[in-house]
């Protein structure tokens, strides 16, 4: 038993021959049939049917991969050989994807048990790996091989391939190639302007290399712990019964100082419009408190079941979108919540990753939240972030840096 790739020494043509070879039974299973497949497995299966053995193969035609010219030169050598069975699978719900080539003797059953399909890559070129067998007949590998050959057999997927078969086959391969051809086609139109994620070394080097934007981020730390506490002090107001006008006080000056710059205030939150929605949750004291202090006990949560729980609370208050659940979140946990608003949504999309450009409550779900977060785990990986803090600052740079000029005087 050992390992087949396409190898100068040992490739997979090779395989089937040494598979094939004194064979008196060969039974094959494949989900792909090309041309070049077709050509290198003929000739090993004529050997063998001129030397008195019988093959029978089972065709996958799952995509319309399988070429017409490909089944039409191993039906042209099943016409000559009465022991040759040759079946073509039918569409069906489940894919057939077996790659399976089976050699019987009196005394030996030899296998290729691969993830290369018969085409010529397969056979030769392409990254592939297979596991070649000999066993005695009665070895368990042998009775499971039987067995599922003979499910094949009994499969009313499995037409018998003549020319009606290979005709109609043929017809509908022709439009599903003219379709994929104009698929392929707006493909690569769109794909072509994609963003190559290596470019994110590019910009990452150009973000590193400013001085001013390392101190930046040095200050969105330091503001990221300051908030901290303004958060612990808004959520600790929920223990109070009964607001009193101090406190209705304390809370609108611990929310400005997050999310306003202007009258005085610090700004600790770093997206940039929060304040203009936001403002309005200082109507709704209670209430945005009580989020405050939920906001801390889902932050040990999760992403998804964390984020869900403040949102469906955030649904009810005025001027709280997903902006302000995510910055109290990352606030409260910097590794686990990543701060989501349109600027990440712009800088992610300049990037190739498709994300609500206008998120909202209603529209972004814990696991979407879950998943975008995740995909930022990794940007963040990738520039060797220490958490979200560091993500949220450089993909906000990048938003900037992406961003398309505006048009002067109309044009």
């Not at 070394?201 to 330091?222: G, I, V």
Request: neutral net charge.
């Amino acid at each position: 038993m050992h390992l087949v790739q396409n190898l100068p020494s040992d490739n997979h043509g090779d395989a089937l021959g040494a598979v094939f070879e004194g064979a008196g039974r060969i039974s094959v299973a494949v989900a792909f049939l090309k041309y070049g497949g077709a050509k290198i497995i003929g000739p090993l299966l004529e050997a063998r049917l001129e030397a008195g053995a019988t093959v029978e193969a089972f065709i996958g035609s799952d995509f319309y991969i399988t070429e017409p010219k490909a089944l039409t030169h191993l039906l042209a050598i099943a016409k000559r050989f009465e022991g040759f069975e040759l079946f073509l699978a039918d569409r069906a719900k489940a894919s057939f994807h077996p790659k399976l080539y089976v050699g019987r003797s009196e005394t030996q059953v030899r296998c290729l048990v691969r993830s290369a399909n018969l085409t010529g890559g397969a056979m030769a070129t392409n990254e592939e790996a297979s596991l070649q067998a000999a066993v005695d007949p009665d070895a368990m590998l042998s009775t499971d091989l039987e067995a599922a050959f003979q499910r094949y057999r009994g499969d009313a997927r499995f037409h018998e391939l003549d020319d009606l078969v290979l005709g109609q086959y043929a017809s509908r391969h022709k439009q599903a190639e003219r379709l994929r051809r104009r698929l392929e086609k707006e493909l690569e139109a769109n794909l072509t302007s994609q963003f190559d994620l290596r470019r994110l070394d590019e910009y990452h080097a150009q973000y590193l290399a400013d001085d001013d934007l390392s101190e930046a981020l040095e200050k969105r730390r330091e503001d990221r712990a300051e908030a901290l506490k303004v958060q612990r002090s808004i959520a600790g107001l929920s223990r109070t019964p009964k607001l009193s006008r101090a406190d209705k006080a304390a809370f609108a000056d611990g929310l400005g100082n997050l999310i306003s710059s202007k009258g005085g205030y610090r700004h600790l939150w770093h997206s940039g419009d929060i304040h203009r929605r936001g403002s309005e949750a200082l109507l709704h004291p209670r209430r945005t408190i009580d989020l405050f202090a939920e906001g801390r006990k889902a932050a040990k949560l999760g992403p998804e079941a964390g984020y869900e729980k403040l949102r469906r609370i955030a649904l009810d208050i005025p001027g709280v979108g997903v902006n302000m659940i995510t910055e109290i979140l990352c606030t409260f946990a910097p590794g686990r919540y990543a701060v989501f608003n349109g600027n990440t949504s712009g800088a992610l999309a300049a990037i190739g990753v498709a994300a609500p450009r206008n998120p909202t409550l209603t529209g972004l779900s814990g696991a979407r939240y879950a998943g975008l977060c995740a995909t930022i785990d990794a940007l963040r990986d990738r520039i060797d972030g220490a958490d979200f803090t560091d993500a949220d600052a450089f993909l906000n740079w990048l938003y900037f840096r992406t961003k398309p000029a505006k048009p002067v005087d109309g044009k």
